[in-house]
Nanobody, 121 residues
Framework: RVDLRESGGGSVQAGGSLRLSCVAS??????MGWFRQAPGKEREGVAA????????YVADSVKGRFTISQDTAKNTLYLQMNNLKPEDTAVYYC????????????????RGQGTQVTVSS
């Protein structure tokens, strides 16, 4: 059983920054990523990265503000979030092993428990 544990969530004011981390008991050999879910809304893919590091993706809604990165030696995935907006408020999930291609998606075989991010105006 693969365990994914997120940390780094919290409450910030608009314009602030947070860095989410996800430690994996076993880092997926193909692709890792993040998705989020706000209350009453559909899940939204946020970012994805090939474990090889060859390419990464971020959703258009966060492009220029969020960056996905990883330290495979530490089995750790990161999401740097800058210039946060109230609409970024959601539970953020670390995920591994996408159902299809390594891309922005909400369809992952593995996911963590989630970490809450709250952005106030």
């Amino acid at each position: 059983r693969v365990d994914l544990r997120e940390s780094g969530g919290g409450s910030v004011q608009a314009g602030g920054s947070l860095r989410l981390s996800c430690v994996a008991s076993q880092y997926h050999r193909y692709c890792m990523g993040w998705f989020r879910q706000a209350p009453g809304k559909e899940r939204e893919g946020v970012a994805a990265i090939y474990t090889s590091g060859v390419r990464s993706y971020v959703a258009d809604s966060v492009k220029g503000r969020f960056t996905i990165s990883q330290d495979t030696a530490k089995n750790t995935l990161y999401l740097q979030m800058n210039n946060l907006k109230p609409e970024d408020t959601a539970v953020y999930y670390c995920a591994g092993d996408p159902r299809g291609l390594c891309e922005i998606t909400t369809e992952w075989a593995l996911r963590g428990q989630g970490t809450q991010v709250t952005v106030s105006s």
